[in-house]
Each structure stands twice: as structure tokens, then as C-alpha cells.
């Protein structure tokens, strides 16, 4: 009996929920990013999930890569590099995404658009197609995943296109429609909070500070002077003086009220020096769309 891909009330707000703590993670890119996966893959029943925000060309024969997170139960450690080497052979070859995966590049023009663009693999691909193809035979078997989710959704307010794919380990059920249509309504609900409530790695936010300059900075946010911080963490009040001096610089703010601000009104403001073309909080962890 095919199950119908109407979502239930439990499904909405399951999904509002893992939204609701998302936007609780705002300010660290990379805690918000690797628990946005972790219960996609959950409301999805599958074991991998990709992350990222990426510039498509309205032509969609070209994508920048904005950000990008992965995370998910591989296997072992083989099994997720093979899925990282699709990557890495793209590049080797010197080739864009867009080209690399032209129906993942049609598929997110129709973002571009306002259109519905969430697939299974089953839409993108005929079994023939797929167990027939390089993607599949190449990079996807060897590490234990198979079908697939793949969802984008525009962000009109920076003008890029967000990107959610749960992937499937071959030994579970394939991803069904009604999972679909929750990481469609997921998707749609987190895009317009990329980079506008939800930090990115392009902004300013807790990544790169060291366990204790987030253990300063929640003293400052928490109305303690700098006597009162050294006593909390055992430190001389020199060192919590230049972990200050650090977070000012940081987060770009002269003084303890704008920083306090910037945490306020939860309003992500851009880091002046270009960020890399992706990263990931596990490294080398993986995954991959079709």
C-alpha cells in the first residue's frame, strides 16, 4: 500500500520544531547546520545528510558554493571518503557542480523560479539510468548509500539557493514521497533565515573562537564585569582582559554594548575577508547529492 505524502499535524510541527532549535544555534554555523541534518535525516528515516548555500547562474551552467556542511552515519570511514572523491574529482577535473550534476542544477533553477523543487531519486533518474550510471556505480555504492532527497528552496532576501539532501544507506526502506514532502516544507522554512537569523560561516558568529572565549563571551552576554569572569573561570583578570580584547575584534565591535547588541537583535553581519568556498565542521566527513 503506497503511503500518501500528505503531511500530518505531528509532521508539521516536528519540522517547526527542529526549525525552532536551529534559530536557538544561530549564531554558530556549524552547530546549526550539522543539527539541521541530523533531524532531516530523522524526519526522513535516512542515515546521510548535505547542507549548503550555494550562487547558481540563472543560466545553470554554474554554481558557487556559499557554505556547506555534511554529516550522517557512513558506514566507516572508506565509505565516506568514496563519497567525498566525487567531489574532489570534480574539481581535479577542473569542473563546476552545475556541470558535474546538470539534473541537481535544473532542479535548483526551478528554485530560482519560486517553483516546487524537492525530488526523489526515483524523479530525477529511472533505476535504469541510475544502477547504470558512474554516479551511482563509481562514488554512491561503494559507500553503502542509494537513494535519496533532494531539496532546494530560494532565499530571496541574499538571493542564493539553499540546499537539503538526506541520502539513503542501501539496507533501509527507500526515502517515500511523504518524506519528501517534509523535507520540502523543511527547506522552505529554514532558506529565508540563511544569513538574515541563521549565521553563516560568512558572517560573524561563535566559529573559530576557543572554548574559552565562548565561555568569556557567555559571561559578558550574562552581565558579568571582568573581575567577576576571572573568578568564575579561574583566570587572571589579564587573560580575561586580552579573551575580551579578542571577542571585540572577533565579532568587529569596540565595545561591550554593541557586542551585547549584535547578540540582541540576532542579526548576522558579514566578515569583511572572504570565507573559503565551503567547509564542515567534521573536516573530511561526507556525503553527497545525485
Not at 557542480?97 to 532542479?107: K, M, S
Not at 557567555?218 to 564585569?225: C, K, M, N, T, V
Not at 571585540?248 to 551585547?260: A, I
Request: proline share 4%; net charge positive.
Amino acid at each position: 500500500m503506497i503511503k500518501s505524502k500528505q503531511l500530518r499535524l505531528g509532521d508539521i510541527e516536528s519540522v517547526f520544531q527542529l526549525v525552532g532549535e536551529c534559530r536557538e544555534l544561530w549564531a554558530d554555523a556549524d552547530a546549526w547546520q550539522i543539527h539541521l541534518l541530523q533531524g532531516a535525516c530523522r524526519l526522513t528515516g535516512t542515515a546521510v545528510g548535505h547542507y549548503n548555500e550555494q550562487r547558481l547562474a540563472p543560466d545553470l551552467q554554474s554554481t558557487e558554493i556559499l557554505d556547506e556542511s555534511f554529516c550522517g552515519g557512513w558506514r566507516d570511514a572508506a565509505a565516506r571518503d568514496c563519497m567525498f572523491r566525487m567531489y574532489d574529482d570534480a574539481r581535479a577535473r577542473n569542473v563546476n557542480r552545475a556541470a558535474f550534476f546538470p539534473r541537481c542544477a535544473q532542479l535548483a533553477g526551478q528554485a530560482l523560479l519560486g517553483q516546487d523543487a524537492t525530488a526523489l531519486r526515483q524523479q530525477m533518474r529511472t533505476d535504469r539510468d541510475w544502477y547504470r550510471s558512474d554516479i551511482f556505480n563509481e562514488y554512491r555504492r561503494p559507500a553503502y548509500v542509494d537513494g535519496f532527497i533532494l531539496s532546494f528552496s530560494m532565499n530571496s532576501m541574499t538571493g542564493s539557493v539553499v540546499m537539503v539532501t538526506t541520502n539513503q544507506d542501501v539496507s533501509d526502506p527507500q526515502p517515500t514521497p511523504h518524506a519528501a514532502e517534509t523535507l520540502s516544507l523543511l527547506t522552505r522554512q529554514i532558506a529565508p533565515l540563511v544569513g538574515t537569523v541563521l549565521t553563516t560561516r560568512r558572517q560573524h558568529g561563535l566559529r573559530g573562537l576557543s572554548p574559552r572565549q565562548r565561555q568569556t563571551l557567555d559571561r559578558l552576554l550574562a552581565g558579568d564585569s571582568e573581575k567577576e569572569i576571572a573568578s568564575r573561570l579561574a583566570l587572571s583578570r589579564t587573560t580575561v582582559h586580552e579573551y575580551i580584547g579578542a571577542l571585540y575584534r572577533h565579532f568587529d565591535v569596540t565595545t561591550r554594548g554593541e557586542l551585547m547588541a549584535y547578540f540582541l537583535r540576532r542579526r548576522p553581519s558579514p566578515i569583511a575577508s572572504p570565507a573559503p568556498e565551503s567547509g564542515c565542521s567534521d573536516k573530511r566527513c561526507a556525503s553527497a547529492s545525485a
